[in-house]
């Protein structure tokens, strides 16, 4: 119990942020919906283009996008999380309390979440609205898709912040790109077999290259590919151990060389 | 069982010692002034008493708790404020003290936070943003979440640094009878030589990272023949030798 009020204590703090600031409540939604905006009027207009299978098309890019999405979201709703404390210079206050770093991360993982559903659930209603896209036609298998895929933005985030830990606040610009960065790997728009061979094996150790093949499978053919689900969970399940491990060792050495201290700066 | 308890505590980066070898212990209840220049090691001390950073060598126990090895259990008992170090801005005062008393595991949190601003007379000033208040009003605000969880050791770094005169010597009125009240461990660095000889019942000089003099306040006034504790610190920082009383 004592545990679960320190991580709302953190959780409540970042909250308090969200309900005084309607700015940063529709920078949660603003790029999801734009890119849904983006993504469908050129779907559609491709559709136009192919003739018969367009409607597959537009719903494997549309559920891409939104899945895709959910990664991104997940993983700046964990990283900026963090860099709110360094930014408002409360990293101190938080490091002397009992809070322990690993309900400090459970607490970061609860913010993620929540502005993960906040962001993509205004694009998910704008792409049945607009496209006649219901991301829900995968089954109930998507909730395993989407989770995999929030877990991938979570270990992501960890290493960002590990490096912020380690390298201090030049390395914040690096935790918006890091994972577009991955974008060409992940195969979100075409199947890992497009890759050249010497490139698969670097799209096959990502989660999100597993969760593409499986909705693929469940939007082109009806198929649920468990084993693509099995490789996605397993690989998260080493992805998030190792990150887990990389904080810690990088938050014990930021206590060693006083950079909790000054972190930011 | 010492409130604090610090022994060969030392803390060396790649080009510099920061703190080199201090020993010191505070008993439960007193009030002890760290007093050094800029780069003595103070704050160094200070964040190594809260675990930011772990010592190179020696230990720490605070309440009976090693920091090694136990630091939760020290961190939930004791609290720490200074006003370089800032509670988030857009927060309006009680949720700042709300957080804090999530994050100590208080109960009964609006009680104490009604408790608190009556102490502090943050009533007017509990729906504001923290970012808004006078230097003044984050200072008591500040002193405020430093005793959420009612702390048995409260470090102050610098309690009353950028307050007028007014404001500083309520703060200190204040903080003496909080201590009388509540039997509290303060260990206060600070720059303000008369608040030291107010507050402290024993006080710590420091210089380049060593414990150079240590005593209460008339003993180092004594000991350097001197009438104010400033001229003892200049003393001290100025490497003049006391002079036979």
Redesign the interface.
Known sequence: M?AL??I???V??HL??YR??WPRLVDLAYWPVLQMIIWGFTSHFFASRIGGGGAMTVGMLLGGVLLWEMALRSHLGFSVTFMEEIW???L?????????PLEMLSALTVMSVLRTILGVLPAAVLAWALYKFNLLSVGPVLVLFAVNLMVMGWWIALGCISLILSQGGGAESLVWSMLAGLTPFACVYYPVAIMPHWLQPVALALPAAHVFEGVRAALGQGIIRWDHLAWAAGLNMFWLLAANALFLQQF?AA????A??NIGE | MYAIRAEDLT?R?KTATAVDGITFTVAPGETIGLLGGNGAGK??TI?ML?????PTRGSIHILGHNMATDR?AA??KM??SSPY????????VA?NL????????VRHTEARIAELAEELDLGPLLGR?AGQLSAGQKTRVALA?ALVNRPALLLLDEPTASLDPDTGDLVRTWLERYRAESGCTILLASHNMAEVSRLCSTVLMMKRGSIVDRGTPAALLDRYNREDLEDVFLDIARDRQAEPA
């Open positions: 004592t009020r320190r709302w204590g953190l409540y703090r308090c942020v005084g600031s408002s210079r409360n101190g206050h938080i490091f002397i309390s009992p809070l322990r014990n206590r060693r060389n006083g909790l201290m | 803390k980066y704050t160094t964040a809260l675990g930011l950073i772990v939760f961190l939930a609290n720490f170090v800032a509670l988030p801005h857009r927060l309006t949720q709300r957080v804090y008393c999530h994050l100590y595991d943003p979440k």
